[in-house]
C-alpha cells in the first residue's frame, strides 16, 4: 500500500464495487460502513449524488438508493458511532437542519473545504511519530520510489503503532509494515502535513505526490515477527 490505507494491487476496481454494496458474508454493519466509504470517498457523482464542497451528503438522499433499502437513518447512526477508526462525521446542515454524513479522509474525489488542522512546528502541534502502515510485498517499489498518493489526494498516516490489538486511524490492521516517516524533515522542505478531524495524518506529498525514501527514519516489519528493515 503506497499511498493511503488501500493497496495499489490488481483487481482494486473489483474491490471499490465490493464495497459499493456486492458483499455476501459480512456482517450487515460492516457491509453498511464499507457501502458508505465507497460513496463518500469515491462514488457519489456516478451515484447522482451531489456532495457538498465540505465533503458532505444527505443521509435521506443515501438511504433513497436501491442499495441502502434495507437501511435506516438509525442503521447509519450505529455504524457511525461504531466505528472504531472514526471514518465518518454526522451533523445536522447548519441551514436546514437535514442530518448529513462526511468521510473523515481517504477521498479520490476533490473535496475543496474537507476540515484538516494544518501541521507546522510554528503551531507545535507536530506528532511525535507519522507511521504509514503497508505490506512486505511493496517494499521492493516503496524502498526505490518513496511513498505515492496513487489516485487518492493524501498519504495517510498514523500517529503510532497499534499496541496489543487497539487500533490506530490512518493503518490498516492487516498490515505487515510501518514505514516512519521524519516529519520535521519533510515540514522544513516545504511538504505540507495535516490532521484530519479523526487524527489521521495527511500530506498530499512533493509536486508528484511522493514521500521520497529520504525521509523514512526507519522501516519496520510487523508481522510475524517485529525486526527493522535495511533502508539501503
Known sequence: M???????????????????????RQDPDVRLSKSLSYILRHGAAELGLAMGKDGFLNVADILHLPRFKHYSEQNVRQVVDLNS???FTLRLHPETGILQIRANQGHTIPVEELELIPISLE????????????????????????????SRTHIHLATG???????????RCDCDMAVFIGIRKALNDGIAFYFSTNRVILTPGNHEGLLPPKYFEKVLQLKPTRCCLPLD
Open 161 to 171: 503503532l497499534p499496541q496489543d490489538g487497539q487500533v490506530v486511524s490512518g493503518m
Open 123 to 150: 503551531a507545535g502541534n507536530v506528532p511525535d511519530e507519522a507511521v504509514h502502515g503497508t505490506y512486505l510485498r511493496l517494499w521492493p517499489s516503496i524502498k526505490g520510489v518513496g511513498l505515492r498518493r496513487m
Open 85 to 87: 477508526k472514526q471514518r
Open 2 to 24: 503506497e499511498g493511503g490505507e488501500r493497496g495499489s494491487s490488481p483487481g482494486r476496481g473489483a474491490s471499490r464495487r465490493q464495497q459499493g454494496g456486492r458483499h455476501t
